[in-house]
């Protein structure tokens, strides 16, 4: 669906391609935005329109979160949800872990360079109430912008949100109760004597005994594993200079690695940001209504949808149908505005070159969508769309669906729309 301006920028009802390419064929409209498609009329007023009311549902993920526009139809067994729009917002949190943690190591460094004696403060800091980390904030305020975009596009009369929250404990342990919940799995162990009990003081590969044992992580910290006790394994000294920082499947165990337990972290993600993500759609004025995930899975399953971020929340709420058409899903992946530093570093906190002190070159800005049309006689040759990545230089470089490209003149690129830091892609 095409979403619809008025001659105010008011958001009118959404309407076919079909009909989008009508109204541009005659006149009556014009281009206001390209991803995702917004059109304008030129002889329409929203109080010449009739408006039928439109229910923004999000399924909130650590890594994807689900964004569907429904029109909603009230029929004799309850609301009917017919899809208007469908879209999947891949958050950036880890990146953001990422240059917090650069951004920690180069103070650090220099900081450590003058050594001069530097008094405490640590003892006079404190962490406000509702406080979050920058990667959780920026999964939250991800979805915000996008609520309050479709606000502006769309004539959305209600929000309905899963607020979810996952028992970390019984996704590990389904038959926990009671005091166990105040028991962790080391209850009473210690690391090592835990993990010579657990596999019956042999190494894991191996299967040698009577040998000086080292604690080796299944998943290795340098891919992201954890020290988490389910991590943990015990390994003879052979096993483990071998092992490297492969995996235990791909040493050829794949045993080692079922014991394994995943991650918590995304089920971690979502328990934080449930709360205030609810509270920060507050400030749209419009109702909320919050539902379980359970109540998601239910709705899915009766009504024969299929498994997708965008598709649950179409399904988010209480409903009598839902019916998602031949939607198609668009991805919209965060990729941020740039950083004010100008400066790179490396992960260890130190200056490894400098960035120009502009970022806009020849009319364009890394991030912006455009197109390059590059004759025949180059070997860039084509007409490509995507994202371009500038340089002082004047060689771009473009991103598209397909491939990505590099060394293109900026005078063979033509602007399609300003970089307002997300990516889309049409699945």
Known sequence: MVFVLDQKKQPLMPCTPKRARLLLKRGRAVVHRVQPFVIRLKDRRVQDSILQPLALKIDPGSKTSGIALARVQETEEGALHHGVFLGEVSHRGAQVHEHKVRQRNARRRRRSANLRHRAPRFDNRGIPAGWLAPSLLSR????????????????????????????????????????????????????????????????????????????????????????????????????????????????????????????????????????????????????????????????????????????????VGELAGVRPGQLKTLVITASGRGEHCRTNWTKEGFPRGYRMRQKQVRGFTTGDRVRAVVPAKLKTAGNHVGRVQVRKSGSFAIKTRDRDLDGISAVYFQLIQRGDGYDYTVV
Do not use: M
């Open 140 to 315: 939250v305020g991800n979805t915000l912008t996008w609520t309050t975009r479709l606000s502006k596009w769309a004539p959305v009369g209600r929000i309905e949100v899963e607020q979810v929250r996952f028992d970390t404990q019984l996704l590990q342990n389904p038959e926990i109760l009671g005091t166990h919940y105040q028991q962790g799995t080391r209850a009473g162990w210690e690391a090592r004597a835990y993990l010579l009990v657990k596999y019956t003081y042999q190494c894991a590969y191996c299967r040698k005994s009577d040998t000086p044992f080292e604690v080796d992580h299944i998943l290795p910290r340098s891919r992201g594993g954890s020290n988490r006790i389910s991590n943990l394994c015990l390994a003879c000294h052979s096993c483990n200079q071998e092992k490297g920082n492969q995996t235990a499947a791909e040493f050829g165990h794949p045993e080692v690695e079922v014991q394994a337990k995943r991650p918590l972290r995304d089920a971690a993600a979502v328990n934080s940001t449930r709360f205030k993500l609810v509270e920060s759609l507050r400030c749209f004025g419009l109702p909320i209504g919050t539902w379980t995930g359970g109540r998601t899975r239910w709705n899915r399953e009766r009504f024969a949808v299929e498994k997708s971020h965008a598709l649950d929340a179409l399904c």
